[in-house]
């Protein structure tokens, strides 16, 4: 099993933006050194807290800054822009960081977003379905494009100003050929999104506020996705993250990971859970759907020792089944000796015990 990096992020609406951006970056920066497998960053134009406002933007300053991570969008959202930009800005992208490129995509979710784009009355899934089908088009398609699907409001082409002896009308490919991994986040039980994700090969990253079992309904979905198109889901392509911190004792891990009225994650929790209550979105959090909403409760960190953190994950993987790689949810660091040492046990200690007791399990069927 892998392990990734995700991060949204979410900092103290009194700190300060520059500070926070180069935390951010030191946090994937440090990632990196520590043999994560890739990092994705989240973006929003309109949130204090969610500070960054382009992910593919950020990710780019981190090129030359990381050695082998794989730098990923989490997500750039396709309703707030042409995909005709998403899909040449990508292929540059992928080609400066010579194929250490994720594209993560979402139809972005934040009203506030959409409002300030104009586009809060717009249908935004439907946005993203033209968008990706537009930018997969530019990736495949050779000039002059001549791109027109039915129902579709995107039409593209450079027919009449294609001047191919000086490249005029000509747009990138991606240095991944025939395209970067494509990831879409899953926010809900039972998905039919990841159904559709599963048909288009693109690849899910299960959301850390979910409990274990919504979880769980995910891949029955990705799997039937697949099977529509006759091929085989392979659960080395399903991501699930999670909010851990690993301390080196038990007080610690649970004062630092929620107890505390102060603690980063607490924060973080209850940052998203008011958000999505004021959305009408926030029967993910539920336990069952009939549950009453004074019932909810922002408690989704896995907190501990390093056994005790090992003994979490591989609990969870009872309940889902096999999954390629556990996401590692970033949090503000209110203390970056704690965070920083969080992130070490769970590269150097967490991971190895777990993969250790995943392939002991395997021997022994």
Not at 39 to 56: C, I, P, R
Not at 185 to 205: C, E, I, N, Q, W
Not at 344 to 351: G, K, R, T
Request: proline share 5%.
């Amino acid at each position: 099993m892998r392990l990734g990096y995700f991060s949204m992020p979410v900092h103290p609406l009194h700190r300060n933006y520059t500070e926070t951006l180069k935390e951010d970056r030191a946090a994937i920066i440090f990632c990196d050194e520590l043999g994560f497998h890739d990092a994705f960053m989240g973006e929003h134009l309109t949130d204090k807290a969610e500070n960054v406002t382009n992910s593919m933007l950020f990710q780019a300053t981190l090129i030359h800054s990381t050695k082998q991570i794989r730098l990923a969008t989490g997500t750039t959202n396709l309703s707030h822009t042409h995909p005709v930009l998403v899909a040449t800005h990508a292929a540059m992208m992928d080609h400066l960081a010579e194929g250490r490129f994720i594209l993560g995509v979402s139809p972005g979710a934040l009203r506030s977003d959409a409002e300030a784009l104009g586009i809060i009355d717009e249908d935004r899934n439907q946005l993203f379905a033209e968008a990706i089908d537009i930018i997969l088009a530019v990736w495949e398609g050779e000039p002059p494009y001549n791109i027109e699907f039915p129902d579709n409001r995107f039409k593209v082409t450079t027919e009449e100003t294609l001047f191919e002896e000086v490249g005029v009308g000509i747009m990138p490919k991606p240095y991944q050929q025939p395209r970067p991994e494509i990831v879409g986040t899953v926010v809900a039980p039972y998905s039919k999104g990841v159904t559709a994700m599963g048909a288009r090969d693109f690849h899910p990253l299960s959301a850390h506020f979910l409990f274990d079992k919504w979880v769980a309904t995910h891949w029955g979905n990705y799997k039937e996705g697949k099977e529509s198109v006759g091929e085989v889901a392979d659960p080395d392509d399903w991501r699930v993250a999670r909010a851990i911190f690993v301390a080196d004792d038990d007080s610690t891990a649970k004062r630092y990971g929620g107890d505390d009225p102060d603690s980063p994650y607490r924060f973080y929790y209850n940052q998203i859970l008011t958000k999505l209550r004021r959305s009408n979105r926030h029967a993910v959090f539920k336990h069952d759907r009939d549950e009453p909403d004074d019932a909810i409760t922002p408690d989704r960190v896995i907190a501990g020792t390093v056994n005790e953190v090992v003994d979490c994950i591989l609990a969870l993987r009872d309940i889902t089944g096999d999954f390629g790689e556990l996401v590692y949810a970033g949090i503000d660091w209110a203390d970056e000796t704690l965070a920083r040492r969080s992130m070490q046990l769970m590269a150097e200690e967490v991971m190895p015990r777990v993969n250790d007791a995943i392939g002991g399990a395997r021997a022994a069927d």
